[in-house]
């Protein structure tokens, strides 16, 4: 018999949230239900989602991170399904196909001159687990440094080396030797690495919980510390790599050369999951110093042909389509239009930003009246007054957001670097409505601020 995915999905078309709810995760859909984002996409094209009914929804969120491209890139269409046309001896593994290698020399023209090795994975978690492993065993060192507040993934390497604490509270014990700084602080960083015992530092450049970036010379000083102490730097771009930031990595806004890189998201072109560590080749060959350990760290699907081909079809339309500039240029539009209203809107207390990821923080008001709907919600639950901004951005003005973590007032954008000034326009207008209704209290807005209470009430 034959099988035909379309005809399966046409028939079982608007189950979507029952399937879930009975068997996956049925807490996701109580919440896209309490927040009313529980849509039936039914097809995703650039910028856009489009659901059921034909309406279009502008996606600031870019499934995390992931659609650099915008959705159904043709270029990466086109490369995924000659890939599979060509019946390509995927994964023979006692073998050297040739995409792996292409890929990591396309990956590693971008990177530092000191960087000249590549290894793939599967996500970003496991480019941060394959690089907790290498710093390790090549500086025989086992304490591990982070930041409050990072995020590295949720498996339990990178988790030990996560400091959003919603996501390790139950989960102890964590690895051992891993340890937190505050994000920013450079004596606290000095503190930790003084006795001389520090595999690695890592880092986030822009931290992507919060959307917190640096304090000026931050990273130079990290660099300077960590060479004096013989501590690697890995940086983690998996959220902030490939241009999202206006520069192809983060860090290149500070001018240091980080040990290691940790990529993933992006690197997708939004179809088949990828993770890759670029590393020095000095640490690189500490790890793989024999040929018995020619297979010590890996994994069974890391170089796989698809997740390959989108990679390169990813680096070829960000270099084609000039969309690291793109990002850059949109970014300052986006930064220009959105950082006045911090000053004309008494929520918003910043706007802050690079390239096209941007955090937009509210705060408590000094109006007294407006003191009140804002002590209502967060009294109810912290963080709760973002929602009062990103749910009626959809519901009203069919714009995807999210709040940028737990218990936090920030919203974080991600579009995708494809936009242009149409979208900027479109979210700038709709932003600055919402915003304006949110300073008329009573008012609409706050009938649903009320509802919004009553649940995170019934919640708890
Ligand atoms: C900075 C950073 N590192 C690591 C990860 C984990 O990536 P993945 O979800 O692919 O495991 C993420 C995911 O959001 C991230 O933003």
Redo the contacts with the bound molecule.
């Keep these: 018999m034959s099988f035909d995915i379309l005809k399966e999905i046409a028939k079982r078309r608007g189950e979507n949230y029952r399937l879930h709810k009975e068997y996956l995760n049925a807490q996701l859909v109580r919440v896209l239900n309490t927040i009313g984002y529980d849509r039936f996409y039914e097809r995703g094209e650039g910028a856009y989602l489009i659901d059921r009914h034909g309406d279009r929804y502008l996606d600031f969120l870019s499934g995390?991170?992931v659609f650099a491209l915008g959705r159904s890139h043709p270029v990466v269409k086109k490369a995924l399904s000659d890939i599979l046309e060509a019946d390509l001896p995927a994964l023979v593994q006692l073998d050297c196909a040739l995409l792996p290698g292409m890929l990591g020399e396309a990956l590693l023209a971008k990177a530092p001159p000191s960087i000249k090795r590549c290894f793939f994975a599967n996500?970003?978690?496991?480019?941060?687990e394959a690089a907790i492993k290498f710093v390790r065993y090549a500086t025989g060192r086992s304490r591990i440094l982070y930041c409050d507040n990072s995020?590295?993934?949720?498996?339990y390497g990178?988790l030990s080396i996560s400091g959003a604490k919603e996501f390790r509270q139950g989960f102890e014990p964590f690895l051992p030797d891993c340890e937190a700084v505050p994000f920013g602080d450079i004596d606290a960083l000095k503190k930790a690495l003084v006795n001389g015992d520090v595999a690695a530092f890592f880092f986030?450049p822009i931290q992507?919980k919060g959307v917190n970036l640096p304090p000026e010379g931050y990273f130079r000083e990290v660099q300077q510390l960590c060479r004096q102490y013989d501590t690697l730097m890995v940086a983690?771009?998996?959220?902030?790599g490939l241009g999202r930031t206006g520069k192809f990595f983060a860090f290149e806004h500070w001018g240091i050369e980080p040990d290691l890189i940790?990529l993933?998201?992006a690197l997708s072109g939004g179809y088949i999951?990828i993770?890759a560590v670029l590393c020095r080749e000095d640490i690189f060959s500490k790890v793989f110093h024999r040929m018995d350990r020619a297979l010590v760290h890996g994994s069974t699907f890391g170089k796989n042909p698809l997740a390959m081909a989108v990679g390169l079809a990813t680096l070829h339309v960000l270099e084609e389509e000039k969309l690291v500039k793109n990002a850059a240029n949109m970014g300052d539009l986006l930064m220009a239009a959105l950082q006045p209203l911090a000053e004309k809107y008494d929520f918003l207390y910043e706007v802050r930003s690079k390239g096209l990821m941007i955090g937009l923080e509210f705060r408590s008001p000094r109006s007294l009246k407006l003191k009140i709907g804002w002590t209502m919600l967060e009294t109810a639950q912290k963080g709760l007054f973002s929602q009062l901004i990103t749910v009626p951005l959809f519901q009203r003005y069919r714009i995807l957001t999210q709040v940028a973590g737990n218990n936090m007032n920030v919203i974080k954008l991600l579009p995708p670097l494809i936009i242009t000034q149409q979208e900027v326009n479109t979210f700038v207008n709709a932003f600055e409505d919402v915003l304006a209704d949110c300073h008329r209290y009573p008012g609409t807005i706050w009938d649903f601020g009320s509802t919004l209470v009553k649940q995170a009430m019934k919640k708890s």
């Design positions: 995390f991170g996500s970003g978690t496991e480019a941060i995020y590295h993934g949720l498996s990178s986030e992507g983690d771009e998996v959220q902030t940790a993933a998201k999951p993770g």
